[in-house]
Every structure is written in C-alpha cells, then in structure tokens.
T-cell receptor
C-alpha cells in the first residue's frame, strides 16, 4: 500500500540554524500539506500546496517558513532560522481530494 | 471560526468494554468529519470519515461513528475494547466551502487507555 514517507525521523538543531524537513507524498496525489504538533498540544495546520504554489497558510507559517516541491516526488518544509518554540513533531500529508494520508512525522528539537 | 471539541482528554476502559469517544463541531453547516488514530511514536492514521449519505459510518479496527446534525456531534464507538486500541484519537473536520484546499482542523485529542 502506498504511503507518505518523511526524513529524517528526528532532527536536532541549534537555535538560529536552518532546517529542511523532507517528505515524499503518495505519487498520484495532488494536494500536499504540513502540520505540526507541539508536545501535548493539538495538531495544527501550517500550509497547503497545490499546483506548485501555496494555496493556504496559517498564521504560524510566517516568513521563516517556506515549502517547495523541487521535483516530481519530494515536498520540503524549510525553517530559515529556528527558534526554541519550533520544537515539535512535523507531519506531512497528501491527498487526492478529502482523505489525507499522513507520514510518520519528523521530530524537530531546537536547542 | 470552526472549532472541534473532544470531551475528555483521557478515557480509560476495561478490555471488552464499550469505547465511546466524544466529538462536537461548532459550525451551523456540517463540515466533513474525520477520526484519526495515533499510536505511540507513529503518524496519524485515518479511522473513518463522514462526507455525505448514511450517518453511521464504519471504519477500520471495528470502530464506527455516527453523525448527528441536531447535536453537532460525531462520536466514535467500538463495542468491545482491545488492548491494542490504546492510542490517541483525534476528531477533525474540513469546513464546507473551504476553497477546495481541505485544511484539517483538529480537536485536542483523547488518549484511550485499555486495562485488563
């Protein structure tokens, strides 16, 4: 069964450093998403991406964040200058229509 | 703005007992409704969804949920709990007329514990 994959599973970085989280969505899916879950809190929407552009973004998704689909398979989330409060589990998801399939997540720890 | 409320952050049941996890949504126009499960150290897995049609929907692992418009609810049930059901359960919605981009709005989650 096709699945969404994410790398790395765990990323530790120092405050102020740039990180890139990588996702490989399911191959025939058209919509791509990033969500995050701070420990003990709700899963929160960050951004959706369709037709090679951002279709919607949340207030959290400020200028420090960017997304890219550099080729036909990868979907990346870049955080330009990480802050302590960026520490969270980041989930990638993809969909054809309504049903979103989630990857296993990348746990980002900012020290 | 649309919100999702899950009553009870922790629910504990005995193995073999009924599981009932509650979810209410806030909008007057019913959204699309979903339940996801998250096992320890894993991602989110879709259990079931309601979009249109029959209001009782069946999902994986013996779970089902009933959409009740009059109560703005979408509670999740399973007749007989199994130890393997221990996980965190998230109710989520996609508002209608969301522009086609399908942002999921999640509830806070309910952690289900199953004891022997």
């Amino acid at each position: 069964e096709p699945e969404v994959t994410q790398t790395p599973s765990h990323q530790v970085t120092q405050m102020g450093q740039e990180v890139i989280l990588r996702c490989v969505p399911i191959s025939n899916h058209l919509y791509f998403y990033w969500y995050r879950q701070i420990l003990g809190q709700k899963v929160e929407f960050l951004v959706s991406f369709y037709n090679n552009e951002i279709s919607e973004k949340s207030e959290i998704f400020d200028d420090q964040f960017s997304v890219e689909r550099p080729d036909g398979s990868n979907f990346t989330l870049k955080i330009r200058s990480t802050k302590l409060e960026d520490s969270a589990m980041y989930f990638c998801a993809s969909s054809v229509q309504l049903e979103q399939y989630f990857g296993p997540g990348t746990r980002l720890t900012v020290t | 703005a649309q919100s999702v409320t899950q009553l009870g952050s922790h629910v504990s049941v005995s193995e073999g007992a009924l599981v009932l996890l509650r979810c209410n949504y806030s909008s007057s126009v019913p959204p699309y409704l979903f339940w996801y499960v998250q096992y320890p150290n894993q991602g989110l897995q879709l259990l079931l969804k309601y979009t249109t049609g029959a209001t009782l929907v069946k999902g994986i692992n013996g779970f089902e949920a009933e959409f009740k418009k009059s109560e703005t609810s979408f509670h999740l049930t399973k007749p007989s709990a199994h130890m393997s059901d221990a996980a965190e359960y998230f109710c989520a919605v996609i508002p209608l007329f969301s522009g086609g981009y399908n942002k999921l709005i999640f509830g806070a989650g309910t952690r289900l514990a199953v004891h022997p």
